[in-house]
């Protein structure tokens, strides 16, 4: 939390920079900075927003990006949605910890909507990808799987065969 917090203090904001809003950025700048916090990549997110022809070299979409990042403007609005990103994506294992322990709770005291409470928390867990169900890796007769290379290059092959049968 200190660290967010410090690097609140000594980010610049729109209004240091002479900025009354985001409306300051061109269109195509707004463009490139959503395009950049999608993809993380400036030259892709330079391709998404500019009229890139086919023919451009990648070193002229890159000079392009990098002039882009360069620009205070684009790189404070960058650093905000990058921020605004973070918050929304802030899901731990502490905060769905209080939510269970929320629901836990609730669940003591009444007991219709607890169930239906900790099926939602565990869902959101799953869905972070910080609850993983485990999977057995066996034959449909109870059998480990051979994961050697040589059987997964049959399998593979097998899988491509039929579909060029059908």
């Known amino acids: 939390m200190g660290s967010l917090t410090r690097q609140r203090k000594s980010s610049t904001t729109f209004e240091q920079l002479g900025c ?3 409306t300051d950025l061109t269109p195509k700048q707004e463009a490139f900075c959503l395009a950049y916090i999608e993809t993380g990549n400036a030259s892709e997110a ?3 927003s500019y ?10 979409v890159w000079q392009e990006a990098s002039r882009l990042m360069a620009d205070r403007k ?3 609005r960058v650093s905000a949605l990058l921020e ?3 918050a929304m ?3 731990t294992v502490g905060s769905l910890t209080q939510e269970l322990e929320e629901a836990r709770v609730k669940a003591m005291s009444d007991d ?3 169930s239906a409470a900790v099926s939602a928390i565990m869902g959101k867990a799953k869905l972070h990808k910080l609850l993983v169900e485990r999977v057995a890796h066996e034959n449909p007769d109870g059998t480990p799987l051979d994961q050697s290379p040589r059987e997964l290059a049959k399998a593979v092959a097998y899988v491509l065969q039929q579909g060029m049968n059908a």
């Open 20 to 22: 009354r809003s985001v």
């Open 112 to 114: 219709k909507g607890a």
């Open 51 to 60: 009229d890139v022809g086919a023919d451009t070299k990648p070193e002229t």
């Open 84 to 86: 605004e990103a973070r």
């Open 89 to 91: 994506a802030l899901v």
């Open 46 to 48: 330079y391709r998404r």
């Open 74 to 76: 684009v790189s404070t």
